[in-house]
């Protein structure tokens, strides 16, 4: 593997981790320095990056420590997907991995030319963590990553305020620019804030970020971070899809309709409605009952008599719950 620019290379050309501890020696820019550091992978580790994406797509990250749900998991690899279709694979990132539940997801969609980057406080740096947010926990994440992973060498991980992160630093630690970038780190107004601008300024065209905890009522910075980004700050950052307890958006009007386009083939039951004044989809993933209700052989089912009897009966457990 060669080294990007300003990187040092794994002693013996072993396979590592590329990841940044960080020093208190002082720099030109009064920001703390950082060296290169290298983790050893895990021999175990699964062979092929696709088998590794499919284990983990259908559970593997049920595993992890972390908050997310199997919708966005779907609709993250749809979004992938057209991505893959439209402009090409690149790299991703993610501010805030805490134990690395979406991090491996995100990872697991890139290709082998590419590098992801892990961006988060770790143990090291919690007396940053403003808003008690997670708890990123550096062990624990690589212990993940070497389960789940099929190449664990192309990870970068940056133990780092993301409020001292440049767009031309995160660029590096993936080593280009990022076509995917969840924001999940410190979910206070100005942190949010920060962070959308870090996406927007990095994001390759066509790419699209993945914002957490916008409409979670336990995180209000997040909305306001958001709002002040939309209405200051943003150019180019459109909205393509709210789900499972995200809000994706596309770098690019014609990538938010690309992707819109994409999300309504795989989710005909999406609603097309708007947020600050332009549209987006708002769906959630269905249910195993949803989904069994909307089937051809319930249909079929549905007016027989073991069909009424399987109806009465969900309507006398509904009574029994509601009382």
Known sequence: MTAAAG??????????????????????????????????????????????LERYRNGGHKRVEGWLLQGAVDTICTLAQA??????????????????????????LTVPEHRSAAIDLFEGRQEENVDASGRGSLPTLLRNVRA??????????????????????????????????????????????????????????????????YFNPSW???????C?????????????????????LALGAPAAAMYRDALSQAYPHAKLTDIFGRPVLAYETPTLE????????????????????LRRGRAAWRDLRSR
């Open 7 to 52: 990187l040092t290379p794994a002693p013996d050309g072993a396979a590592v981790y590329l990841g940044v501890e960080r020093e208190p020696a002082p720099v030109d820019d009064g920001r703390a320095a950082h060296r290169w550091k290298a983790y050893a992978p895990d021999p175990n580790r699964p062979t092929t990056v696709t088998s590794a």
């Open 83 to 108: 991505q893959r279709r439209a402009i090409g694979a690149a790299p991703a990132c993610e501010i805030g991995v805490h134990h690395g539940r979406l991090f491996i997801l995100l990872h697991l």
């Open 148 to 213: 789940h992973c099929g190449d664990p060498e192309r990870i970068c991980i940056v133990a780092e305020n993301s409020l001292h992160l440049t767009p031309a630093r995160i660029v590096e630690a993936c080593g280009g620019q990022p076509g995917i970038f969840s924001i999940d780190g410190g979910h206070t107004a100005e942190l949010t804030r920060n962070d959308l601008r870090l996406a927007h300024d990095t994001l390759r065209d066509g790419g699209f970020a993945i914002l957490d905890d």
């Open 220 to 226: 209000p910075g997040v909305s306001e971070g958001t």
């Open 228 to 248: 002040r980004f939309m209405d200051a700050d943003n150019e180019r950052l459109e909205p393509v899809a709210i789900t499972s307890n995200k809000v994706i």
């Open 290 to 309: 949803q989904r069994a209700k909307r089937s051809r052989a319930w249909q079929r089912l549905r007016e027989t008599a073991a069909g009424r009897a």
